[in-house]
Structures are given as C-alpha cells and as structure tokens.
C-alpha cells in the first residue's frame, strides 16, 4: 500500500494547536474588514465647522449716519441712538453736579472729541456689537467703523483714549491694549500733552448718561 493511500484510510486529519491558531487569525481579519465595511456604508452627519463652536459670527447693523459727537467716546446717530464706543473711555468734558451736567473738561478732552468729530461727524458709521449691546443709560455699545477703520482703534493709536474693559465685551481688549501700550510709549495724544501728568492719573468712567 502506498503512502497516500495510507494516509487516507487513516480516517480525517487532526487539527494541530498550530493550525488552529492559524484558522482563528484568518477569522478574525475576514470579521474586522466585514465590520469596517458595514461602518464605512453608513450614512454619517455633515461635520459642523470648527468656526462655529468657538465663536458666533459678528453682529453688525446697517450703516447709519452720525448726527452729533457728544464726547471723545460717544455719538449720537440721525435716528436718535447714543453709541458709546467699547473697550476705550476719553477724557470727560462734563460732570455731573446734583441732577444737572456742567462743563468741566478733563485733561485733553477737547482735542479727544475733536478727533473724534473730525473722524465721524455727518458721516456713514457701521456698528460691531459684542456680547452686550446696551449699557445702563440705554446706548448702543459698538466697535464704530467709517471709511473702513475702526473708529476704536484709531482713537487709541493715536492717543486719545484710555483703555476701558467692561466685561463681557472684551473681544478686542488686548488689541486695545497693545495701542494704548504704543501710543503711551510714543508719548502720542493725551500722553504728551503739556497735561500729561494729570491725563496719566485720569480715572476710566463710564458715567452717563452721554
């Protein structure tokens, strides 16, 4: 009888420990690329833009026309809303004395709001709210834009402003931040005035209500 013939009486062939090993490998790798198939032909929801979970987009409102520039920091539009500018306070040109307001113009105020009428009276201004967008006295909190600057920032590059964070609009502190910082260096505006130890002291308020 020859040896394959031998082979085959002996009956059914035994599964060594190695050969099982074997057939469990190939079983798992044909189970896993079943899976992945199955996972990959399900229909998956459209990936949310990684914008939209670290910030809402900015809210501006329609350009409207600049009736009066009551301060360094503050306007009156044509439609009868008060806009004080977030993030800077200028020297005060008033104060108040029991229920009524008297001029008493701080260190460089009148240059401050001569900058800033010279920046934004009778023109077209767009404005930048942040998270609040109305203080205690009822005015419009913006960042004012005209001409394509920022009304903001060129008053404190400039240096006619102080810096005035009041949470929760602080979106743009720490650029207001850093053109104050430049602008007191480069003794530029208030802080080179001949009043510029007295405007070093100024206090920052948000009195109202203009």
């Known amino acids: 009888m020859t040896?394959?013939?031998?082979?085959?009486?002996?009956?059914?062939?035994?599964?060594?420990?190695?050969?099982?090993?074997?057939?469990?490998?190939?079983?798992?790798?044909?189970?896993?690329?079943?899976?992945?198939?199955?996972?990959?032909?399900?229909?998956?929801?459209?990936?949310?833009?990684?914008?939209?979970?670290?910030?809402?987009?900015?809210?501006?409102?329609a350009p409207v026309v600049v009736k009066r520039v009551i301060d360094g920091d503050t306007i009156q539009l044509v439609d009868g809303r008060r806009v004080r500018y977030i993030g800077i306070d200028a020297p005060e040109t008033r104060r108040r004395q029991g229920n009524a307001w008297v001029e008493d113009p701080e260190p460089y105020a009148k240059e401050a709001t001569d900058a800033n009428r010279r920046l934004v009276e009778g023109k077209a201004v767009t404005l930048e709210y942040d998270v609040q967008r109305q203080d205690r006295f009822g005015r419009d909190l913006a960042y004012v834009y005209v001409d394509g600057q920022m009304v903001n920032a060129v008053l404190a590059e400039e240096g006619y402003v102080q810096l005035l964070t009041v949470p929760p609009n602080v979106r743009r502190e720490e650029q207001f931040r850093e053109l104050i910082r430049q602008a007191r260096q480069a003794d530029r505006g208030l802080w080179g005035a001949r009043d510029a130890l007295r405007a070093k002291k100024l206090k920052p308020t948000t009195t109202g209500p203009e």
């Open 3 to 61: 040896t394959s013939r031998r082979r085959r009486a002996a009956g059914p062939r035994v599964l060594t420990p190695y050969r099982l090993v074997r057939l469990l490998i190939v079983g798992a790798i044909a189970l896993g690329a079943a899976w992945h198939a199955l996972r990959s032909a399900e229909p998956r929801p459209p990936a949310t833009p990684r914008a939209q979970t670290i910030a809402q987009p900015v809210d501006t409102a």
